[in-house]
């Protein structure tokens, strides 16, 4: 069997990473890992690992490197991972992207591509805000540019779609800070890798889409 591809999908909340990421899951048969998902999985199981990460991601804040990593890691062992990978919302920090890098090498593993997915920040404000998922398979709608066919219901599995808490304007804000002051070094990082590649992440799904799928293909 080839190499498994990984590849990370690094942008602001709200730049559109999970529902680019669902497509190329879809299309390449990437699995779609997103540590937000494993955090609020656990958080609505009640888990401890749920329990601690609550009272960050309430606040807009990153839950510490060490219990992310770890999650992250046990999650990309699993054999629905075989044929690879795409990372969304992870690394998030210069620490979590240095121990990843070090998995890979002791597992003789190689990241493909970095793709950063370019969004101005009012923008995100305005998609976060309108945004709605579905508790049960994640998919993620916005009232204004995606919405479900039916208001109010999910396209897959008909679950009612729920707000995310951390989707209030206030928290918002703080979680765009974060970005920029933690997640956006990872921009140089991946540059000086010579990994990254940019994409135009305000242009309609399809179009960033295509832009991302080209990007992995020149990798
Ligand atoms: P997301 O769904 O990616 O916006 O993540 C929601 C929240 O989960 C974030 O605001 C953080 O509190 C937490 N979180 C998700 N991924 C990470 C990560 N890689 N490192 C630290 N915290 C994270």
């Not at 999650?71 to 690394?91: L, T």
């Amino acid at each position: 069997m080839s190499q498994p591809t990984y590849i990370i999908l690094l942008g602001a909340p709200g730049a559109g990473k999970g529902t680019q990421a669902e497509r190329l899951h879809e299309r390449l048969g990437l699995t779609h890992v997103a540590s937000g998902d494993l955090f609020r999985e656990n958080v609505s199981k009640q888990t401890p690992l749920g329990l601690l990460a609550k009272s960050f991601m309430d606040k807009g804040e990153l839950v510490p490197d060490d219990v992310t990593v770890r999650m992250v890691m046990e999650r990309i062992a699993r054999p629905d991972c075989a044929r690879g990978v795409v990372f969304d919302g992870f690394p998030r920090t210069e620490a979590q992207a240095r121990a990843l890098d070090a998995a890979f090498a002791r597992e003789g593993k190689r990241l493909r591509a970095v793709v950063l997915v370019a969004v101005r920040d009012e923008m995100l404000v305005e998609r976060l805000t309108a945004r709605w998922s579905c508790p049960t398979c994640n998919a993620v709608y916005n009232l204004l540019s995606n919405p479900p066919r039916v208001a109010g219901q999910c396209d897959r599995d008909n679950t009612p779609l729920v707000q995310r808490d951390d989707d209030k304007p206030e928290t918002v804000r703080r979680r765009l800070e974060v970005y920029h002051q933690q997640t956006a070094p990872l921009i140089a990082y991946y540059r000086a890798a010579g990994l990254l590649r940019e994409v135009n992440g305000a242009q309609s799904i399809e179009q960033v889409q295509a832009q991302i799928v080209q990007a992995i293909e020149e990798a």
